[in-house]
């Protein structure tokens, strides 16, 4: 199975941005790059997913490098309440197997 | 309303007792999970049931059990509970998504706690 490297935490000012990075050289064709948050106290959380190209949703966006074995999760301006363990993880489409690694704490300094 | 619902959420319980924690998912999703994740803050996959046939058991000990009565329903069931089972378990559903993978919904999670 596919795995995943990301530090094991960063530090930001809050209104500034964040960049996540993640690590997966082993990452297959058919893998998509998910990424998903976990609040203190809360079930993790979807944030973003993507393919190829790179995606933008309300929450954050998703750069993938052109060779598909890193990407990077960009939370344009940090919140206090943004504050959370971040998960980077490969899923397979319609195949129901997929681990989480140990993600990367972020903490959002005021 | 509650995507992913568990109960109870907190249950501190004697070693040796059977225990039960029900989930229950209105997303209409074909494919339910259990996660265990421990005192490290490791996210482990327990089970997961697709269509009422479980499709993966990792290395998860047979005191742990899930039933699932129906599509929307997934119960783990722990009998003998044992001090190493204090954790936090969550329930997840997912389905496949036109966008691709699998978007997975969390519950927000069960503390067991065995004394």
């Known amino acids: 199975d596919a795995k995943t490297t990301q530090p094991n935490s960063m530090e930001s000012n809050e209104e500034e941005p964040v960049h996540l990075p993640c690590n997966h050289s082993?990452?297959?064709?058919?893998?998509?790059i998910h990424w998903y948050r976990q609040l203190p106290s809360q079930g993790p959380e979807y944030v973003i997913h993507?393919?190829?190209s790179n995606v933008n949703n309300r929450m954050a966006s998703l750069a993938i490098a052109e060779d598909r074995k890193s990407s990077t999760l960009i939370l344009h301006r940090a919140t206090l309440r943004d504050a959370a363990v971040y998960y980077c993880i490969l899923i397979k489409y319609n195949f129901n197997k997929f681990y989480f690694g140990s993600g990367t704490k972020l903490n959002v300094k005021p | 309303d509650t995507a992913v619902s568990q109960t109870p959420k907190y249950l501190v319980t004697q070693m040796g007792n059977d225990k039960s924690i029900k989930c229950e998912q209105n997303?209409?999703?074909?494919?339910m999970y259990w996660y265990k994740q421990d005192s490290k803050k490791f996210l482990k996959i327990m089970f997961s049931?697709?269509?009422?046939?479980?499709?993966i058991n990792k290395t998860v000990p047979n005191r742990f059990s899930p039933k699932s009565p129906d599509k929307a329903h997934l119960n783990l069931h722990i009998n003998s509970l044992e001090l190493g089972d204090s954790a936090v378990y969550f329930c997840a559903s997912s389905h496949p998504d036109r966008g691709g993978g699998n978007t997975i919904y969390f519950g927000e999670g069960s503390w067991l706690t065995v004394v």
């Open positions: 993507g393919l190829t």
């Open positions: 997303l209409g999703h074909d494919t």
């Open positions: 082993t990452i297959s064709g058919t893998d998509y």
């Open positions: 049931y697709n269509n009422k046939e479980l499709i």
